[in-house]
């Protein structure tokens, strides 16, 4: 099934700009305006020039950030800031990360081209929505400069554990590069030329369906700009016909999936009472006195029913409302078209059963953002309905990994914004020049 073939990725030269941490950033899609005006000024050369180069006032046709991003990123290769791989290469990539309370995990997955297939080849598999106006942004980037910057990261499944002994055999040797990125994580990169061990990963892949965990607009965005130089005369044997990806075995034990928090806001009408009431249809619901960290109890609360389909629900008091589904038959009776896989998600539980039947917040809605706003933090999630920016908010338990195999198998895509992987594979390690 998954074709994945060695190329000659484009590195940074590190005699020439010194310090990676001073030059890799985190995926375009993450990274806050003020965040993008620090990495501008951290280092010239920083990877933010290329992946989400500074939009100005004067920006027209001819002068606008896709055109100063194309000339930059011509002036870095030509100047050696950027210099090819002596010989095509996969990558082994890792990264060695710390969560809040204190457990280290870690992660090893392949970073190679992946031929491109529609969605319904089955070959790879997507779980989420996407937004027309990142795609249309991804797609001028990418037609400007006739590259890949940053991977899509995907999930395979090896019960045999083949593909992990490949990983264990190459990961005994010294990392070629290593480094510790500016948010304290850890990233180990080894440079894979060896023919013998390139045709022993490509034959484990054959096999494989991989499932898009993070990076479905640079996906669809790459399926669109090869048909567009498809459509010009270009062959199927170049490389714009397949996309750099990170893969990862669904069953490594460093995996990590936040939730990805709903703040709502702007409604005509909001009253807790009348709200709560309505919640009674179909959930349980405890009023939890709180005391001075509302966002950490929340969490704790959430924690201690991970088996459940559970809410927290805040109003902006000293208290906050614990929700557990009790009526799952509303679910078969609201999405009889979907799979049992999607009904059973908490994010469409609190996409149908609440945001929609309490509120009337529909698909449209949710994906214009109009009255809802999403944040991974559960401390925002909380303060920013205390200082009355939001009417309320919900905090969610993480999606489960199987969940995602399940709904992408079931050919569904989850609501926007159902998983956050952590961490972000770092963009700027390696990059993909299609011509």
Not at 12 to 19: H, L, M, S, V
Not at 132 to 137: F, N, P, Q, R, V
Not at 198 to 210: G, N, Y
Not at 218 to 225: G, I, N, V
Request: proline letters at 4%; one cysteine or more; aromatic letters at 10%.
């Amino acid at each position: 099934m998954a074709h994945i073939i060695p190329f000659r990725g484009l590195r940074y030269n590190t005699e020439k700009i010194g310090d990676l941490s001073l030059v890799c950033t985190p995926p375009y899609d993450v990274i806050s305006p003020a965040e993008q005006e620090m990495y501008v000024g951290l280092h010239p050369n920083n990877f933010i020039r290329l992946e989400l180069n500074p939009e100005l006032p004067t920006d027209n046709e001819t002068d606008n950030r896709y055109t100063r991003t194309a000339k930059i990123f011509k002036d870095w290769i030509d100047e050696q800031v950027l210099v090819y791989e002596k010989e095509p290469a996969i990558y082994l990539y890792e990264e060695i990360f710390t969560l809040k309370n204190g457990e280290t995990k870690s992660f090893k997955g392949f970073m190679t081209l992946v031929e491109l297939a529609e969605f319904s080849k089955k070959i790879v598999l997507p779980h989420e929505e996407t937004l027309s106006k990142a795609k249309t942004d991804r797609f001028n980037l990418m037609c400007a400069t006739d590259a890949n910057f940053s991977q899509v990261y995907c999930l395979y499944m090896d019960p045999k554990k083949t593909i992990s002994g490949i990983i264990a055999d190459i990961a005994a040797r010294p990392a070629d590069v290593s480094f510790t990125a500016r948010d304290g994580v850890i990233q180990n990169l080894w440079v894979v030329t060896d023919s013998a061990t390139i045709a022993a990963v490509q034959d484990c892949f054959a096999d494989k369906q991989l499932f898009i965990a993070d990076g479905h607009h640079r996906y669809e965005t790459a399926l669109a700009y090869r048909d567009k130089l498809r459509s010009e005369g270009g062959s199927e044997d170049e490389l714009f016909n397949y996309i750099m990806m990170v893969l990862v075995e669904m069953d490594d034990p460093g995996l990590v999936v936040f939730p990805t928090h709903r703040m709502v806001g702007n409604l005509d009408r909001f009253e807790e009472a009348d709200v709560v009431e309505k919640l009674k249809r179909h959930f349980a619901v405890e009023k939890i006195a709180a005391s001075q960290n509302i966002a950490q109890e929340m969490e704790n609360s959430l924690e201690a029913n991970l088996d459940k389909t559970a809410f927290g629900f805040y109003t902006g008091k000293d208290y906050y409302y614990l929700l557990t589904l009790e009526d799952t038959a509303a679910m078969d009776a609201a999405l009889p078209d979907k799979s049992a896989a999607y009904r059973g998600l908490d994010v469409s539980v609190l996409h149908t059963l609440i945001l929609g039947e309490i509120f009337g917040i529909d698909m449209e809605n949710m994906a214009n953002q109009k009255n809802l706003t999403y944040t991974k933090q559960a401390e925002e999630a909380v303060s920013e309905v205390a200082n009355g920016t939001f009417q309320c908010s919900f905090l969610l338990n993480p999606t489960k990994v199987r969940e995602i195999k399940d709904v992408s198998l079931a050919g569904e895509k989850m609501p926007q914004k159902s998983t956050y992987f952590y961490p972000k594979i770092l963009s700027g390690l390696v990059m993909n020049k299609f011509r």
